[in-house]
């Protein structure tokens, strides 16, 4: 079975302290991986797509690669507005249609 | 405002009624998703749609859970017999490609 685990479940950072969220997956022909955000009361935002190990991609101060088994999110120098729920999703090669969701890492930042 | 939205915003029933939620997709998306995400974990999949075609179902899904998309514009989401169980946000997205846009939510509560 497809599995999606996310670490840590939270992270409370200093401004300017940067860090990696961490996304492992067990997916059978993973198709693609995808990075979102949540504030809270909200619905997901789109951040990144990963298609192939080795793929980085980068937006302001986040930045998402992708190898065979897990994909990293960084956040270089975070501000507060940076403080939210990062969730990561895998989609199978088979099932176009259908995304899993980890559980999320809870990210908070102080000034 | 040419994002998601879902209406209502918040639900309150008593176990056993029906609900219905709907769901307005970004005009010129052609794919649909239902996802039901509850407190401290991610969107779990429910149904997908391509056009007005129901291309995939979670196993998940009871029988009292009902997705429609007639003429592969708006959807909706039909809970017969409600739960305290089925207590959570339900969330819908629409994409034209695998970039997925959600909309704010209906957050239901089941008495």
């Known amino acids: 079975e497809d599995q999606v685990t996310q670490s840590p479940e939270a992270l409370r950072l200093q401004e300017g302290e940067s860090s990696s969220l961490n996304c492992s997956y067990t997916?059978?022909?993973?198709?693609?991986l995808f990075w979102y955000r949540q504030d809270p009361g909200k619905g997901p935002e789109f951040l990144f797509t990963?298609?192939?190990a080795g793929e980085e991609k980068e937006k302001e101060r986040l930045k998402a690669t992708l190898t065979k088994k897990e994909s990293f999110l960084h956040i270089t120098a975070p501000k507060p507005e940076d403080s939210a729920t990062y969730l990561c999703a895998v989609q199978r090669g088979d099932s176009w249609g259908k995304f899993q969701f980890g559980a999320g890492t809870q990210v908070v930042v102080t000034p | 405002d040419t994002g998601v939205s879902q209406d209502p915003r918040h639900k309150i029933t008593k176990r056993g009624q029906n609900v219905t939620f709907r769901c307005d997709p970004i005009?010129?998306?052609?794919?649909l998703y239902w996802y039901r995400q509850t407190l401290g974990q991610g969107p779990e999949f429910l149904t997908y749609?391509?056009?007005?075609?129901?291309?995939?179902k979670s196993r998940l899904l009871s029988d009292r859970f009902s997705a429609e998309r007639p003429k592969g514009s708006f959807s909706t989401l039909e809970i017969q017999r409600t739960e305290q169980g089925d207590s959570a946000m339900y969330l819908c997205a629409s994409s034209g490609d695998d970039e997925q846009f959600f909309g704010p939510g209906t957050r239901l509560t089941v008495l």
């Open positions: 997916v059978s022909g993973l198709r693609g």
């Open positions: 749609f391509q056009n007005e075609a129901q291309l995939e």
């Open positions: 990963l298609y192939s």
């Open positions: 005009s010129e998306h052609n794919r």
